[in-house]
T-cell receptor, first 114, second 109 residues
């Protein structure tokens, strides 16, 4: 099993450009998440999904959009990139949100907006 | 608001024991997780506590006191590969993980 995979690993965007961060998991998990991690701060939840066709906002959704057309894929779309979106983005998945079900993380995408 | 506090950085010696503390104030509690994150890599799961007490897993143990809003991660027989950040996260009443900023652990020979 590949687990959770993300592409690209690195990206530099100009202000106002758009891009999609790809995330795929092969563990048949219903729950998927997008986080951003900034230096000196905890992971912040951007969006999450409890299954195909269902998405919901997390703590910091502004400037982002998601879709979940299949169980495996959960892409994150950045429209009109801003310097404040410079961060490391992690996609994660889990079997359930309850109990001790751990979240499995992808390797991350390091995004710089100039 | 919701808040999780951990020390920013700690230093320990190879072969020694270190305790990383975490205090939390969250809206509800459905368990506490510890994750390890090496520099430039993704977080990986270490432990989960939902009941008071100590959970031991090899060289790593995690303790929880729900009444005090307190947890610690205990690392024994430290190895150089344990140099990493350790993230404390609480599952709140909405089953969302609230993350601390992490404790960077530096191991010296």
């Amino acid at each position: 099993n590949a687990g959770v995979t993300q592409t690209p690993k690195f990206r530099i965007l100009k202000i106002g450009q758009s891009m999609t961060l790809q995330c795929t998991q092969d563990m048949n998990h219903n729950y998927m998440y997008w986080y951003r991690q900034d230096p000196g701060m905890g992971l912040k939840l951007i969006y999450y999904s409890v299954g195909a066709g269902i998405t919901d906002k997390g703590e910091v959704p502004n400037g982002y959009n998601v879709s979940r057309s299949t169980t495996e894929d959960f892409p994150l779309r950045l429209e009109l990139a801003a310097p404040s979106q410079t961060s490391v983005y992690f996609c994660a998945s889990s079997y359930s949100r309850e109990g001790g079900n751990e979240q499995f993380f992808g390797p991350g995408t390091r995004l710089t907006v100039l | 608001g919701q808040n999780i506090d951990q020390p920013t950085e700690m230093t320990a010696t190879e072969g020694a024991i270190v305790q990383i503390n975490c205090t939390y104030q969250t809206s509800g509690f459905n368990g506490l997780f510890w994750y390890q994150q090496h520099a430039g890599e993704a977080p990986t799961f270490l432990s989960y506590n939902v009941l008071d007490g100590l959970e031991e897993k090899g060289r790593f143990s995690s303790f929880l006191s729900r009444s005090k809003g307190y947890s610690y991660l205990l690392l024994k027989e430290l190895q150089m590969k344990d140099s990493a950040s350790y993230l404390c996260a609480v599952l709140d009443s909405n089953y969302q993980l609230i993350w601390g900023a992490g404790t960077k652990l530096i191991i010296k020979p």
